[in-house]
Nanobody, 126 residues
Framework: QVQVAESGGGSVQVGGSLKLSCTVS?????????MGWFRQAPGKEREGVAL????????YYADSVKGRFTISRDSANNTLYLQMNSLKPEDTAMYYC??????????????????WGQGTQVIVSS
């Protein structure tokens, strides 16, 4: 069983930055997962933001965050990060970390992820 827990959310002004962290607790190796950041704004569906395979270099981003957000990992500490720069009001949402065992490819599809954190709130104000 995989447990994930997010931290690092908060309130920031437009153009500011935040860095989210996600710690992973699992009996399996950290490098054997697809891990992603998703977000859900009030009244909207949960959407994928950034994704990576923890055993390789590939990363994937939603078009809305490309060039502003960076997903990264610290394998030694079983931690996933999301660096968010140039934040916009439309980035306001609850951000979730998710993990799923790697099966050959990773896809930014919420239905493919079985382990979710409780979420961390990000508020961007103008």
């Amino acid at each position: 069983q995989v447990q994930v827990a997010e931290s690092g959310g908060g309130s920031v002004q437009v153009g500011g930055s935040l860095k989210l962290s996600c710690t992973v607790s699992s009996r399996y190796r950290f490098k054997d997962y697809c891990m992603g950041w998703f977000r859900q704004a009030p009244g909207k569906e949960r959407e994928g933001v950034a994704l990576m395979y923890t055993g390789g270099p590939s990363t994937y981003y939603a078009d809305s965050v490309k060039g502003r957000f960076t997903i990264s990992r610290d394998s030694a500490n079983n931690t996933l990060y999301l660096q968010m720069n140039s934040l916009k009001p439309e980035d306001t949402a609850m951000y979730y970390c998710a993990a799923e065992g790697y099966g050959g490819s990773c896809h930014m599809d919420t239905s493919l992820f079985g382990s979710w954190g409780q979420g961390t709130q990000v508020i961007v104000s103008s």
